[in-house]
């Protein structure tokens, strides 16, 4: 079936680089990609979104990239810090005329910030 | 309080039982889901609600399953004769609308079928 997966499931990464994480997505109908942080015992956190007529697009210390052409998804973070180790999902909508909340979760990386 | 709340944090009930997951979400957000996260795996969506409605049920897997908003704030997931492979996080999230994936989760509900 359709679905979002991931490279990756595990980055490790010094204190201050930078993180890239990425994804891959099948559905060629999405047209609204999310990216969420999950910290261990808690719900997903918004991070940052981005539309099929986009390209990029930044948040504080966050970018995100969309290339459509090979349907893929990367999310870069600047200068790591270790309160950003946690998983990251990518998620992906094609609902058209529904809800933008049904979303498609890929599995999810694993990041590790050393200090 | 401030952000999305669910109750009760752990069930642990027996197969065959029935089980309801309260949440409680950010006041004013119109829009309500539930997804449920097995061990390692992303949030898979369940239900959609706007308002008062069920706009959007097709993730329940099947008929066992059930939920209701009926003053369009809390909501309630039912449960039926619960089964083993029930055992998973659900999660409560809400929003400002439907025209965005920007959703607030709560810390979910573990739920344990013995």
Redesign the interface.
């Known amino acids: 079936g359709e679905s979002v997966g991931l490279h990756l499931p595990t980055l490790s990464v010094q204190e201050g680089d930078n993180s890239i994480i990425n994804c891959a997505y099948s559905n060629s109908a999405s047209d609204y990609f999310i990216w969420y942080k999950q910290e261990s015992g808690k719900g997903p956190q918004f991070i940052i979104d981005i539309r099929s007529n986009m390209d990029k697009r930044q948040g504080q210390r966050v970018t995100v990239l969309l290339n459509k052409t090979v349907k893929h998804l990367s999310l870069q973070i600047a200068a790591t810090q270790p309160g950003d180790s946690a998983v990251y999902f990518c998620a992906e909508n094609a609902n058209y005329g529904g809800s933008q909340g049904n979303l498609i979760f890929g599995k999810g990386t694993k990041l590790s910030v050393k200090p | 309080g401030a952000g ?1 709340s669910q109750t009760p944090s752990n069930k642990v009930t027996e197969k065959g039982k029935y089980v309801e997951l309260r949440c409680d979400p950010i006041s004013g957000h119109t ?1 309500l ?1 539930w997804y449920r996260q097995s061990l ?6 369940l239900i ?1 609600f ?1 308002g008062t409605g069920a ?2 049920d ?2 329940l897997p099947n008929d066992r399953f059930f939920a209701v908003r009926p003053e369009g704030s809390v909501s309630t997931l039912k449960i039926q004769r619960t089964e083993r492979g029930d055992s998973a996080v659900y ?1 409560c ?1 809400s ?1 400002r609308g ?11 509900s573990r739920l344990t079928v013995l």
Do not use: C, I, K, N
């Open positions: 999305v829009a889901y390692g795996q992303g949030p898979e969506f959609y706007q706009a959007d097709s993730g999660l999230a929003s439907r025209h965005t994936g920007e959703l607030f989760f709560g810390e979910g």
